[in-house]
């Protein structure tokens, strides 16, 4: 039987970190590796190809991410010459930097259960998780990578004014 090539993504405690599982059915003798292609919104190479190597069973963590970003994950399965033999892709938006943010300021209202009265830090707090949302959304009903990565710049770009606004 053909392989059928798919495979999931699932996050890590590390923001960094991801992992991918390859969930393929059937089989072909032909197939010596695997690589895993990440595209940005952009279509550019996030970094460059990262080794699957059979070897390493179904299961692959790796840290590619120095920030939040919504990717188009590219897997391609290959012969012992380098040809694609298989690919198959998911899109997905990575938001655990800003999920672990939001865990941050979840604390600080913990400790100190009055910083709700204060307006602004509440809408700050309350529009990053929004934009979390809102990328989660445009993966999952909306399909959009650059809707997705939109999200995730403006909430990022609300966290780097975290000294200023919370």
């Given amino acids: ?4 090539p798919s495979f999931t993504i699932s996050p890590t405690g590390n923001p960094a970190a991801f992992t991918i599982t390859d969930t393929s059915t059937g089989s072909d003798g032909a197939i010596t590796d695997r690589q895993i292609l990440l595209y940005t919104a952009a279509n550019a190479l996030l970094v460059p190809a990262i080794d699957f190597p059979l070897s390493a069973g179904s299961s692959i963590t790796i840290a590619p991410l120095a ?9 391609t399965w ?5 040809a694609v033999l298989y690919t198959t892709s998911l899109i997905y938006a990575f938001v655990q930097y800003g999920l672990q943010f939001l865990q941050q300021l979840t604390q ?3 400790s100190n259960p009055f910083i709700i009265r204060d307006d602004n830090w509440i809408s ?3 529009d990053i998780f929004l934009e979390i949302q809102s ?13 997705a990565q939109s999200c995730i710049l ?13």
Avoid: E, H, W
């Fill in 124 to 126: 700050n707090k309350l």
């Fill in 108 to 110: 600080t209202q913990i």
């Fill in 135 to 147: 990328a989660l959304n445009a993966i999952n009903v909306g399909q959009s990578v650059f809707s």
């Fill in 154 to 166: 403006r909430y990022n770009a609300i966290i780097a004014q975290q000294n200023i606004l919370f």
């Fill in 1 to 4: 039987m053909a392989l059928v």
């Fill in 67 to 75: 920030m939040d970003q919504a990717l188009n994950v590219v897997v």
């Fill in 78 to 82: 290959n012969n012992n010459v380098g």
